[in-house]
């Protein structure tokens, strides 16, 4: 198993442009998640999903969106990318079965945004 | 509400030194309480958890036990590595919120031989 994956791993905007992190999965779980993390502010949650067709807001959902048209798939798209928005974002997933509901993480995507 | 709350870093310890990162938590049902490792570069990685009250995790010399009276899972080792050196995350799983994840803002720790 590949567990989480994320790309791209390091990621330059300039202000205003868009771009897609990808994350997958091949755990078969049913939640997955996107988070930034800032210094000083551990993680904080942006999206969720907790099942193909389904996603919900976090924390901090504005400037981003995100879609899952399949249990494997959640990627996170930035609409108009802002200086604000330059931190590392992880991906994580899990089931939902009560004794092993520990979350997976990916390894990161480190985005500057000019 | 849900909130986890950890000790402020930096922690700079010694090889062999024992260590206790402190992590208290509000929860309003009954949460699962866990503890992450984040290495320099890396995403976070499970270290160990607790699915209910007196439960004791424990992994790599770790070990937390989850004290419904005080409401904490402080973090323990009795000997630490340079190996150690990492962020450490306290999050709560509460599933009267949709098994959400709440996390501490994460304690810094550097241990020098």
């Known amino acids: 198993n590949a567990g989480v994956t994320q790309t791209p791993k390091f990621q330059v905007l300039k202000t205003g442009q868009s771009m897609t992190l990808q994350c997958a999965q091949d755990?078969?779980?049913?939640?997955m998640s996107w988070y930034r993390q800032d210094p000083g502010m551990g993680l904080r949650l942006i999206h969720y999903s907790v099942g193909a067709g389904i996603t919900d807001q976090g924390e901090v959902p504005n400037g981003y969106n995100v879609s899952r048209s399949t249990t494997e798939d959640f990627p996170l798209r930035l609409l108009s990318a802002a200086p604000s928005q330059t931190s590392v974002y992880f991906c994580?997933?899990?089931?939902?079965?009560?004794?092993?509901?520990?979350?997976?993480f990916g390894p990161g995507t480190r985005l500057t945004v000019l | 509400g849900n909130s986890v709350t950890q000790m402020e870093g930096p922690v700079t310890l010694s090889e062999e030194a024992f260590l206790t990162i402190n992590c208290t938590y509000t929860?309003?049902?009954?949460?699962?309480l866990f503890w992450y490792v984040q290495y320099p570069g890396e995403g976070l990685q499970l270290l160990l958890k607790a699915t209910k009250a007196d439960d004791k995790g424990s992994n790599k010399g770790f070990e937390a036990t989850y004290r419904k009276e005080t409401t904490s899972f402080h973090l323990e080792k009795g000997s630490v590595q340079v190996s150690d050196s990492a962020v450490y995350f306290c999050a709560l799983s509460d599933k009267g919120t949709g098994n959400q994840f709440y996390f501490g803002t994460g304690t810094s720790l550097t241990v020098i031989p």
């Open positions: 755990m078969n779980h049913e939640y």
């Open positions: 994580a997933s899990r089931t939902d079965r009560v004794l092993r509901n520990e979350q997976f």
């Open positions: 929860a309003t049902g009954y949460p699962s």
